[in-house]
């Protein structure tokens, strides 16, 4: 059942308990991932750099989400495997809670008239740092801050 009510910030449907206690690791967004496996030409020296730099502070995580974002670049799944065998990155779930911030970044998004019909991954992805308290390493720093200005950000 839907209530009308007063707008709700994305920031502000995040418990203040959130932000506080240090970022424990770094999510690496898809798009990084793929500048490294791609050998992207202008990209992937910035992103194998950032990925060395943030590695020295805590565990570099991917989820579910970012994995699916990265796998059509892949025939077979051990080809993903593979690729991604290189790198030192640790999976997590995304938390449940971050469906919940997810939704509401969508609602925003809906409300400023975009056209999509259901939530996108970086609503996911920006939702999974929040409530992970991770830092997010990402090109795409525009969409994150606009729907998590709270979101600690690493980016060119």
Known sequence: ????????????????????PPEKGTLVDS????????NDAIW??????????QSSQGP???NPIILAEVSPRFERASDLEAALSGLPLVRQALPWD?????GQA??????SLGQKTSPMPDFYIGAHAIVGN?????RDVARYSTYFPRLSIVGP
């Open 106 to 111: 969508f609602k925003l998004y809906r409300k």
């Open 31 to 38: 798009c990084v991932l793929i500048d490294v496996l791609a």
């Open 98 to 102: 971050a469906a919940f911030l997810a």
């Open 1 to 20: 059942m839907s209530q009308a009510g007063p707008s709700l910030k994305v920031s502000e449907a995040i418990p203040p308990w959130r932000f506080g």
């Open 44 to 53: 992937a020296e910035w992103s194998l750099e950032q990925l060395d730099t």
């Open 60 to 62: 570099l995580i991917i």
């Open 134 to 138: 991770l830092r997010l390493l990402t």
